[in-house]
């Protein structure tokens, strides 16, 4: 099975912040990586797959970054509305998730 | 629109049996994959189960192997998860997932379905 590893788990920052969140693989996914924002109560919303490739109608604040074993979800200027938890998720061998990391406010 | 809606949740007993639906709307159902998808209170997610567009394979988390059965009726664009010998640990919300066609992460999901497992 592949695990995955976010981090940080927990992470305070104020709008306009930019954030960086790390996904890491226990073997090679090549690109087969997606990232989702979550908000209480709420279904996962698709933000990233491919690693880098923009969901059509995600603000373009939202990038993602990475190959192989290791990747990154960068926010460039935290909004009001980016504070959610947030999860990778590997589909180069059926479907495995990241712990998530929460977004909240400093 | 896309629309996924989860239903079927409730209260269940320890060893006790639930189906839970996942009607599905404004796609060619029958064209894409679909998965179930858990998330207990205030955890992670979990991914359960997934079924072929002809619904003819299936896999399953180890966690529910043997206990959890998924199938599709692709006449009715719906789709089941039959969930016998409940355990406590499988308390959660439920989401239904739809599968991208040229890619395989989920594109889009349902709102979710609670089950609780409790006496």
């Known amino acids: 099975d592949i695990q995955m590893t976010q981090s940080p788990s927990t992470l305070s920052a104020s709008v306009g912040d930019r954030v960086t969140i790390t996904c890491r693989a226990s073997?090679?996914?090549?690109?087969?990586l997606a990232w989702y924002q979550q908000k209480p109560g709420k279904a996962p919303k698709l933000l990233i797959y491919?690693?880098?490739s923009l969901e059509s109608g995600v603000p373009s604040r939202f990038s993602g970054s990475g190959s192989g074993t290791e990747f990154t979800l960068t926010v460039s200027s935290l909004q009001p509305d980016d504070f959610a938890t947030y999860y990778c998720?590997?589909?180069?061998?059926?479907?495995?998730f990241g712990q998530g990391t929460k977004v909240e406010i400093k | 629109e896309v629309q996924l809606v989860e239903s079927g949740g409730g209260l269940v007993q320890p060893g006790g049996s639930l189906r839970l639906s996942c009607a599905a709307s404004?796609?060619?159902?029958?064209?894409?994959?679909i998965n179930w998808v858990r998330q207990a209170p205030g955890k992670g997610l979990e991914w359960v189960s997934y079924?072929?567009?002809?619904?003819?394979?299936?896999y399953y988390a180890d966690s529910v192997k043997g206990r959890f059965t998924t199938s599709r009726d692709n006449a009715k664009n719906s789709l089941f998860l039959q969930m016998n010998s409940l355990r406590a640990e499988d308390t959660a919300a439920y989401y239904c997932?739809?599968?991208?066609?040229?890619?395989?992460?989920?594109?889009?999901w349902g709102q979710g379905t609670l089950v609780t497992v409790s006496s």
């Open positions: 073997q090679s996914l090549s690109s087969r």
């Open positions: 079924v072929s567009g002809g619904g003819e394979t299936t």
């Open positions: 491919k690693a880098s």
């Open positions: 997932a739809r599968v991208n066609r040229g890619d395989q992460h989920f594109d889009y």
């Open positions: 998720q590997q589909y180069n061998t059926f479907w495995t």
């Open positions: 404004g796609f060619t159902f029958s064209s894409y994959e």
